[in-house]
């Protein structure tokens, strides 16, 4: 089955300590996105990847780090810097960025704050 | 700026009513209209899209009317079911520098049996 897939569900972060989010996706696409959704809020976009090695920040990128060493992954760190991380992060993929096309999104990952 | 106006935020139903949920844009470069249907602790995905070539697609029971004039489209569900009851963003796209899709707040929808 061709999808995307995001680990773990659910994380847990402690005071200062950064975690790292799993997004991997076997459709062959080129483009890749992380968002941040809140309760009550829509998607806010935090970095998107256009290719690998290539990536842009999106609207709330502070606090966070992305990498894209292959095409089909693109994890996101959440550094310590983010002083409110507790959120439901989206791993979502396109073909490419050509505009005016479908995004395929992960289960989603739940982060928490111990 | 806002560029996407969604709404309403919440909406209640009875089963077999039609909820309609609206989506107002001002960007002209746009010429992607898609809604997107998420349910509790769950990924978005793709519910129907329409281009400004037509004014209304219909999909099963679902509806897109869109109007170019008025840079507004929106979601029409018939025969409401339970089943519908979730979380309902628009996300308009388009070429050159709004490839990027820009999010609607969401509706989130309820249907009562």
Redesign the interface.
């Known amino acids: 089955d061709g999808g995307?897939t995001?680990s773990p569900k659910y994380l847990f972060r402690k005071e200062g300590q950064n975690v790292t989010l799993s997004c991997e996706q076997n459709l062959n696409h080129d483009a890749m996105?992380w968002y941040r959704q809140d309760p009550?809020?829509?998607?806010r976009?935090i970095y998107?990847s256009q290719i690998v090695n290539d990536f842009q920040k999106?609207d709330i990128a502070e606090g966070y780090s992305v990498s894209r060493e292959k095409k089909e992954s693109f994890p996101l760190t959440v550094t310590s810097a983010q002083k409110n991380p507790t959120a439901f992060y989206?791993c979502?993929s396109s073909q490419g960025?050509?505009?005016?096309?479908?995004?395929?999104?992960?289960?989603?990952t739940?982060l928490l704050v111990l | 700026q806002q560029q996407v106006k969604?709404s309403p935020?919440s909406l209640i139903v009875q089963k077999g009513g039609i909820p309609i949920i609206n989506c107002a844009y001002e960007n002209t470069a746009f010429?992607?209209f898609?809604w997107?249907q998420q349910f509790p602790?769950?990924?978005?995905?793709?519910l129907i899209?329409i281009?400004p070539d037509v004014s209304e697609k219909k999909e099963g029971r679902f509806t897109i009317s869109f109007n170019k004039s008025a840079k507004q489209f929106s979601l029409h569900i018939m025969d409401s079911q339970p089943g519908d009851s979730a979380t309902y963003?628009c996300?308009p796209?388009?070429?050159?520098g709004?490839?990027?899709?820009t999010?609607?707040?969401?509706t989130s929808l309820i249907v009562h049996p």
């Open positions: 995307i995001q996105y009550g809020q829509g998607l976009l998107y999106g989206l979502a960025l050509a505009g005016g096309e479908t995004q395929y999104f992960g289960p989603g739940r | 969604q935020q010429d992607y898609p997107y602790g769950k990924g978005p995905a793709l899209a281009r963003f996300a796209s388009g070429r050159g709004s490839y990027i899709p999010f609607g707040r969401g």
